[in-house]
């Protein structure tokens, strides 16, 4: 049996309440939601959940230590989380879940007055990033600067009427339009100069960004966006002592690149191209129905196989490989989306073959795990004392950020490693390479 190592560091126990914010309280949020308040009431099981479900390997395979990773590291209780956000359509997390469709009233019954509990509160939101959708609750404020303080406002008040020890933020709203970095991104000061002169660079996602870092909160995006992948939220994240990590939830398609890819590269089989189309009906879907919101999503999908297969070291297998990726708005499937890929590969002697995926999967009943565990998980990073970019969880996001002067890693395998050896390093247990005899 592996002796412990000494633990190098103390993490905070995970006493009082975790208030977890979301921006957007659509389909995927109000799933998150009602399938915690679910499994608390014990009606559901937290299936997809690594947090919850998945267990930890600890020392040689002949110790047979093998805890939960919830019975092994300090993480919040389901029981003492407590949920608010924001939304600009929606007034509260049952009226949105309703609406969005995901979920049979059948499960939305049992837990209806909590859900309706959750009050969104109004939204920072600009028609210019999101032209697909109509915001009726919205903050009026005459500058970016003034809708920094109101959520900072927003989130303190939530903090003290729900009498919480710790809050994680996690962005759960739309894609919105593409944007390259620009100066006003550059420093914490040029930003902060960029809200009070209402700088048109400045979306929504980054002022939530920017209000939840100040505010000591932990912040979670998950969406394509430029939320916190930008300099400025790099330097207050490090001068605030706060966690970060994105961006973009890994959920259907591209989770399934992330499982595909690895496997071609292990065998050494060629790509010729790769074809990816998906159609979905919900809300998501409208919003990227539009070109400047698609190119966001766009580039977050498209990055995903170069990284993996490294052409610059595999030339011979995948230097010239089309890449293609398409996203098709088609109401009637709802949040029922639909991924088509056709693979073109190739093996020995040069000889073609191919593969097709059709992944009828549900959005959101993918991302509301990924929801808990990225609030779980970096409210542990937090109590850790943990700050800036979370790199080990990577393995929750398509396009996941990288430290400077790093690529980001793609591989599911590698990110499920180095996400379950860093749990094992802060609990002071040795990390599992799966080299030895045992």
């Not at 394509?224 to 992948?229: R, S, T």
């Not at 808990?372 to 990577?394: K, V």
Request: net charge negative; proline share 6%.
């Amino acid at each position: 049996m592996t002796t412990p190592l000494v633990r190098d560091r103390s993490i905070n126990p995970a006493t009082g309440k975790l208030g977890v914010l979301t921006p957007g309280l659509g389909a995927v949020a109000s799933t998150f939601i009602a399938g915690v308040l679910a499994v608390r009431a014990g009606h559901a099981t937290p299936i997809g959940s690594i947090s919850q479900m998945a267990h930890i390997r600890l020392g040689d395979r002949s110790a047979g230590r093998n805890p939960l990773i919830r019975d092994l590291v300090p993480l919040a209780e389901l029981d003492d989380l407590v949920f608010g956000g924001w939304d600009p359509i929606s007034s509260n997390a049952l009226e949105a879940a309703r609406y969005c469709g995901v979920l049979d009233e059948s499960d939305l019954q049992l837990i209806s007055g909590e859900l309706e509990g959750v009050v969104a509160m109004d939204a920072v939101f600009d028609h210019r990033w999101v032209k697909r959708l109509d915001g009726q609750r919205v903050k009026q404020l005459p500058s970016k600067w003034d809708q920094a303080l109101a959520l900072i406002d927003d989130i303190e008040r939530f903090r003290t009427d729900n009498g919480c020890d710790r809050l994680v933020m996690v962005w759960c709203g739309s894609t919105e339009a593409y944007q390259e970095p620009s100066a006003v991104h550059a420093s914490l000061e040029a930003f902060e100069d960029g809200l009070k002169a209402n700088d048109t660079n400045i979306a929504p996602s980054q002022i939530y960004a920017y209000a939840a870092l100040q505010s000591g909160v932990p912040f979670a995006n998950g969406a394509p966006n430029l939320a916190v992948d930008i300099p400025c939220m790099g330097e207050l994240a490090r001068r605030r002592g706060v966690p970060i990590a994105g961006k973009d939830f890994k959920t259907g398609q591209t989770l399934m690149k992330t499982l595909i890819a690895p496997g071609l590269k292990a065998r050494m089989l060629g790509l010729r191209g790769w074809y990816s189309t998906n159609i979905l009906g919900n809300r998501d879907g409208e919003v990227l129905d539009d070109p400047e919101n698609f190119k966001t999503k766009e580039t977050s999908k498209l990055g995903v196989l170069d990284t993996i297969l490294q052409p610059d070291i595999y030339p011979d297998l995948y230097s010239e490989v089309d890449h293609v990726v398409r996203i098709n708005y088609y109401p009637p499937r709802g949040d029922n989306k639909e991924g088509w890929d056709a693979i073109d590969i190739f093996g020995w002697m040069g000889y073609p073959m191919e593969i097709k995926i059709d992944f009828l999967c549900r959005d959101s009943i993918l991302a509301a795990p990924i929801v808990l565990d990225l609030a779980l998980f970096l409210d542990l990073a937090a109590r850790a004392g943990e700050s800036d970019l979370q790199e080990w969880l990577s393995f929750y996001f398509k396009a996941p950020q990288e430290p400077e002067g790093l690529k980001a890693e793609h591989d599911l395998f590698i990110q499920q490693t180095k996400l379950k050896n860093t749990l094992r390093e802060w609990m002071g247990e040795e990390p599992v390479t799966h080299s030895e005899a045992g």
